[in-house]
């Protein structure tokens, strides 16, 4: 209730829809709900992705399969093939294969794999290698190191 020293500003405060009283409201047979319907009728809400005809919207659209890993470590595959063009007896590290175009950035994680020949001894520190890989370095005469 409102009194004089607390009025509210004017046309702030509006009387709720008083449907179905009378010819005077406007709002009499069908109280603004219109002829027929799903939504003139009681309990007749559609759900807001309703889209009526043909697949709805949501099942048209691809669907995102799972979720994606916050801590994935991603390696970068280097074949044993690759490391014949550095000379004998080095020691190669992620560093140098970033300076020889085998990995794009020195701070991604390096994985050695099996594939293809090598003919050198080498000294190879990577974080990661395959049992092949391992298997053709130590038949060369060289060494895997963890990184």
């Known amino acids: 209730m409102h009194k004089l020293d607390n009025l509210p500003k004017r046309n702030s405060v509006k009387d709720r829809k008083r449907v179905g009283r009378g010819h005077g409201s406007g709002l009499v047979k069908t109280s ?3 002829q027929t319907g799903q939504k003139s009728r009681a309990g007749g809400n559609i759900p807001p992705d309703f ?8 099942r048209r ?9 916050l801590n994935k470590i991603v390696y970068s595959p ?6 014949d063009r550095f000379d004998d007896g080095a020691e190669i590290t992620v560093d140098t294969l970033k300076q020889a175009g085998l990995v794009r950035t020195k701070d991604q994680f390096v994985k050695l ?4 020949d090598l003919s ?5 520190t990577v974080h990661k290698w395959s049992k092949a ?3 053709k370095v ?3 005469g060289g060494q895997l190191n963890k990184a």
């Open 51 to 58: 889209q009526g005809v043909g697949i709805s919207f949501f």
């Open 32 to 34: 603004g709900r219109g």
């Open 120 to 124: 050198k001894k080498l000294t190879v």
């Open 61 to 69: 659209i691809p669907k995102l399969g799972g979720f994606k890993p």
């Open 78 to 83: 280097v074949n044993v093939g690759d490391l």
């Open 138 to 140: 130590q038949k060369a």
């Open 133 to 135: 890989a391992e298997d």
């Open 113 to 116: 794999l099996g594939d293809g």
